[in-house]
């Protein structure tokens, strides 16, 4: 009788060992289930593209100046930027400042106040003219397709931003970018479509190119 019971005792903590580690198992899986839920998934947002401007700025030339005041000599910056849309619309904007970003973004600021529509006629300018600013000069004589911009730096920044792709081009004044570029949107200004000339002479544009 003795060896039946103890052999029952021992079954009973075999049984009992038995379920501490399975009650052990299962809580432990329990937490790994709480730790689970309680990370959040990081949800990876598309980043907004911001929407590109139509406008294209480029600097020409940004020059160091002396300005001679009562304590001594005052040092600052000149820049001089080309703004357009390659569109028919461009300006030049010129401002000084004590660092060469303000300069800059001052005379882009400026360049867009000055805007100005300029004619295009088949990638090109319609008719030849000549623009003076300064002592700097420029001529413009339209091109064939095919032709490109045959211009120096100043000059060629503003007939790209202004849209030409066929033109001809040559400075005949002051080498100075500033006055170059001056000289430039001058003779822009001065040009005048067909179809205002066709309405002063009463007839069509065909009628005129023929």
């Not at 020409?60 to 000599?73: D, L, P």
Request: aromatic content about 2%; glycine content about 8%; overall charge positive.
């Amino acid at each position: 009788m003795e060896e039946k019971l103890e052999s029952q005792e021992v079954e009973t903590t075999e049984v009992v060992e038995e379920t501490v580690e399975t009650t052990e198992i299962v809580e432990a899986d329990e937490k790994a289930g709480k730790r689970q839920r309680s990370r959040k998934k990081r949800v990876i947002e598309p980043k907004e593209e911001k929407p590109q401007s139509e406008w294209i700025e480029k600097v020409v030339q940004v020059s160091r100046v002396t300005k001679v005041v009562k304590g001594g000599k005052k040092l600052s910056f000149r820049a001089v930027v080309v703004v357009g849309n390659q569109k028919g619309q461009v300006g030049v904007g010129c401002a000084k400042a004590a660092e060469v970003i303000i300069a800059i973004q001052k005379a882009i600021a400026d360049g867009r106040k000055n805007l100005v529509t300029v004619p295009i006629f088949k990638t090109t300018i319609p008719h030849p003219i000549v623009g003076r600013s300064g002592a700097g000069e420029v001529m413009l004589r339209p091109a064939s397709q095919g032709t490109g911009i045959i211009a120096g730096g100043a000059v060629r920044l503003v007939l790209e931003l202004a849209g030409y792709e066929n033109i001809l081009c040559k400075s005949l004044g002051s080498k100075s970018p500033l006055n170059a570029t001056n000289a430039t949107l001058d003779a822009l200004r001065k040009l005048t479509p067909f179809s205002e000339i066709a309405k002063k002479r009463g007839k069509t544009i065909s009628e005129i190119l023929n």
